[in-house]
């Protein structure tokens, strides 16, 4: 890496950029609204034109930079082509292409956020020092990054690592958001955490301080949980035993070095982690030396630096 | 490819040996008894010998050829290190060390039987074409070979691909042989197939064709299937459920081009393929475009061909 870098995550409501010196350091961050509205066709432009104000407020031009990594919320192909983006409204493009138009052909490079993040981590968060390991972002949905020899496994249509829609909760009647039934996701997402509640909750009389709560969310059921309430721990027990389910799962196809959890539902750390790894162990018993379960670092900052990992 | 090589496939009762010509070309092949006693200390020896032998035969000395590659039955280490073989009696060793000792320094390599066995129909058999696949072995267990950018995937500890022992039959109260309780192996293996089609008949009193026979069979259990037999069918159905439903789990994954079937219980050919696919088509509904369930061609020389492909 011996010139600058620049990261880019497009979530749903925010996109976030990032400026890396040559040496990997983060120099500046800052954030963009996603405007998704007429198919999201102002995202690339409005991205080109914060680069180019950005870099000239730092003093210098995009000439400077190696290049540009971008990280996107869909299955992203080998070339950066998406098929869709359902969270940015866009149809079937090709997204690093035209950005690179965009930025006077500087080099842009791009992949699917849960992978881009996976990457970030192992460069510079909790993943360092691992060349193959699967990470889980537990947030809103379930994502998954798979990295084999320090690279992005992306798969060979994009997706690759989306360990939320394995399917793992067997006769499940409700429809998960991507039209299967029963996906990990259903279980493990802050959602997920909360539905298992709910239906714990509902499948008995018994008192618990998650009853007296309104608006229930994955942190209630995680911090009731921690502070003893026997329903609250007996969801997060089942979720986390299908999250442990999945991860053995992987490690009998894959038998990586570690695992990574992120995402907001990762803030409850190793109370979380450590039940994981109970699951995880008991359904691998062919496994004889287990992968480590570690937390992520990076937080929301996984995007921008697995995103300018990607093009030094 | 410029020099003859060995590829030598090491069973429980049989090693299979085959020399392949420069061009790839499989030009002789020959197998010799497993001896097992004593902690299978004869088998390298005996080997050693075998090739010994048979290239003087062919009129040339161990100098001609490039290498010999080994596959083995149990986990093997990236540095072809064993912690242990059951079936062979082997306890922790460097099998492809000591046989290139006893072959006076000939380069050896060494890999997990079925992940070579994918290789080789990557190679030369039903997998060509490909270079992003996972094969499947159904027989007496279920094994199974990740093969990633052409190379085999053996993971970090050598249980990499071993689809046989995901968690699947979630409940389970008899044991695997690994040690776990519900692996995919105790329902899709030749065993398995037997032993869903024995809870298949005792949960019901209808007629079954299967009913009159004594010593039942995998192939029984297809065969009848294949004529009609309701409740055979049923049975064929509940085992290719559970299949189609770990490779949708592994295609969540790793996203491969292809799946390979092979061992014995394939010979039901389409038959099997095509309800292994309509179950992973529909418990993967995100993977837009499908990955082939395709039929291995090489039969019990997988293993040599995937052998000798670990050394050209």
Redesign the interface.
Known sequence: MNRKVIGIDIGGTTIKLGVFESGGTLAAKWEIPTRKESGGKAILPDIAASVRQKTAELGGTLSDYAGVGLGMPGPVLLDGHV?FCVNLGWGSMNPQEILSGLLDGLPVKSGNDANVAALGEVWQGGGQGYR?L?MVTLGTGVG?G?I?DGKI???????????G???IL?GETERCN???YGCLEQAASATGFVRIAKRTLAASTRPSSLRGIAELSAKDVLDEAKKGDALALESVETSCRYLG??L??????????AYLIGGGVSKAGTFLTEKIKRYHDE???????K?KILLATLGNDAGIYGAAKLVC
Do not use: F, Q, Y
């Open positions: 098929d193959n699967v998954g798979v084999l496994w992306p798969g060979m249509r994009g997706v690759g690592g989306e360990i829609h394995m399917h067997d991507c039209g299967g389910w999945a053995a799962s992987v490690t009998m196809v894959l038998d990586p070095e359904l691998s018993p062919m496994a004889t030396k992968p």
